[in-house]
């Protein structure tokens, strides 16, 4: 990173962190050269990023503000509950019926899982593919599909180590995406009737999976800023035989939570007391916008009880369907299991990505990444203000391509959805992401996608939508 991109990172986090309040004046040049001991012109520099970011804007012969969201902020969701509900899962048919409605390429895509293809270095892979294929030994096609490619996680556990996390390449197995590998840890650790604790709101996927296998939920409620109460789960291991949790400790699906370093130590404190296994879903990790790495509950296990289940869908490589689970001691149940369903992932996809991670410029990718997806979420934030009922509240996440919002008591968003389907846009209904079919009134928006005229004017669509609730 340059000089300036770390400051401005600095200063960007006091705004995220809320230390730099919407409308207070930013450190003046001269002071923040003197202060970070960097000259005017790095200040300058920073300040521009920060400009681009939608992050502070320009007063002239005033100096620097931190931007407002519009003329009336909307103010941010509460945790979303105070106890725990355990529930029989049956929402599979909601979501496919939901997921169907909305997979139409000429929609605006607010309910979308994925960012813009656009931004993705598609290119720059396919020359990597061809590079891999032509250099893959005809033993290695065979070979690596067991756990994997030697290669690609010899590089993932390289990352997690430069970014604090030691992955024993021993406990890395290859899967087909998370979502493999997210089925296969699960697998691993109940039999149907088991009590699995999971957010609320939850990734419908998760919901899905637990269906499928016959397990319950126990729905633990969620800080949109700070991720799962710990209290609450405490209490709930404490009362509830629970096999095991599924949580995201960063950038949760779809608040967008992050867990600070200590809440992620105490997780872990409080799961190994309890002897109760942790599948942690990281597929966001890599698109915090600090470009400061995120660490994850795994780095704090001692006792092979996480479960780190990581992806290239997000951040590098939708459709080449290769992730990642640092299983722990279920590493062989996981691995086992993988062979008897799908054996491995397709050996050239996997060869591909490593070859890019060696040679194609992942860092910068992401930094590009990264700072599309924030200016994106100003946009959308800035637009929200402008056009939904000033009771609504959003979630501001600190990555990721998603924003929660809690719309007023009376607006129905499955209802919304179905008005909005009908005008080409689509949305995420808030009770796919619950057992329990809660948050009627909330809904998922992706901002992943280049904001247009068009994104602008879809938004002013739905917020006149909710004003006839
Ligand atoms: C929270 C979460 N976990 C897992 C997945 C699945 O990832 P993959 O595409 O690698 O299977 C997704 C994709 O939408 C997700 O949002």
């Not at 001991?37 to 790095?42: Q, R």
């Not at 804007?57 to 103010?75: D, N, T």
């Not at 296998?213 to 799962?228: C, D, F, N, Q, S």
């Not at 009922?389 to 990721?400: D, I, L, N």
């Amino acid at each position: 990173m340059k000089r300036y991109e770390r400051l401005a990172d600095e200063i960007a986090n006091l705004i995220r962190t809320g230390v730099l309040k919407a409308g207070e004046k930013v450190p003046s040049v001269r002071h923040a050269s003197r202060t970070y001991a960097v000259s005017p012109s790095t200040v300058f520099q920073a300040y521009y990023l920060l400009e681009d970011k939608g992050l502070i804007i320009a007063r002239a012969r005033s100096g620097y503000y931190v931007r407002e969201h519009a003329k009336r902020p909307l103010h941010e969701p509460e945790i979303t509950g105070h106890k725990a509900e355990t529930t029989e899962v049956d929402v599979s048919e909601l979501v496919f019926s939901i997921l169907n409605s909305i997979k139409d390429p000429a929609t605006t895509p607010f309910g979308s899982a994925f960012p813009s293809p656009q931004l993705f270095p598609l290119p720059r892979l396919a020359r990597s593919m061809t590079h891999a294929l032509r250099h893959l030994s005809t033993q290695a096609a065979i070979a690596d599909m067991t756990a994997g490619s030697n290669e690609l996680r010899r590089q993932i556990a390289l990352r997690y180590r430069v970014n604090g996390t030691r992955l024993p390449l021993e406990e890395l197995v290859i899967t087909n995406g998370a979502m493999e590998a997210l089925n296969l840890c699960l697998q691993s650790t109940t039999s149907p009737g088991d009590l699995v604790a999971i957010e609320a709101p939850a990734f419908y996927a998760t919901l899905q999976v637990l269906e499928r296998l016959k397990l319950k939920a126990v729905e633990i409620p969620v800080h949109p800023r700070e991720g799962v109460d710990l209290d609450v789960l405490e209490h709930s291991l404490s009362h509830l035989p629970i096999k095991v949790c599924w949580l995201m400790s960063s950038l949760q699906n779809p608040l967008g939570a992050s867990m600070s370093f200590e809440k992620k130590q105490a997780l872990y404190t409080l799961l190994k007391q309890h002897q109760v296994p942790l599948i942690e879903d990281d597929v966001y990790a890599e698109l915090n916008f600090s470009n400061q790495p995120l660490r994850a509950v795994k780095s704090f296990d001692d006792d092979g009880l996480v479960m780190h289940c990581g992806s290239f869908s997000k951040c590098l490589a939708p459709g080449y369907r290769v992730g990642w689970v640092a299983g722990g001691r279920f590493t062989e149940a996981i691995d086992r299991l993988k062979l008897m369903t799908t054996i491995s992932p397709s050996v050239p996809a996997v060869a591909a990505i490593a070859d890019y991670l060696q040679h194609g410029g992942y860092d910068r990718h992401l930094r590009k990444l990264r700072h599309a997806l924030e200016t994106q979420q100003s946009a959308m934030l800035d637009s929200a203000a402008r056009h939904f009922p000033s009771e609504t509240r959003v979630t501001r996440p600190t990555g990721g391509y998603f924003l929660w919002f809690e719309f007023p008591e009376r607006v129905d968003t499955l209802q919304l959805l179905r008005m909005a389907i009908a005008q080409g846009i689509s949305l995420a209904p808030g009770p796919i992401f619950s057992a329990s079919q809660r948050f009627g009134n909330c809904a998922r928006l992706n901002y992943g996608h280049p904001w247009t005229p068009e994104s602008e004017k879809a938004m002013g669509t739905l917020g006149r939508m909710i004003d006839t609730f």
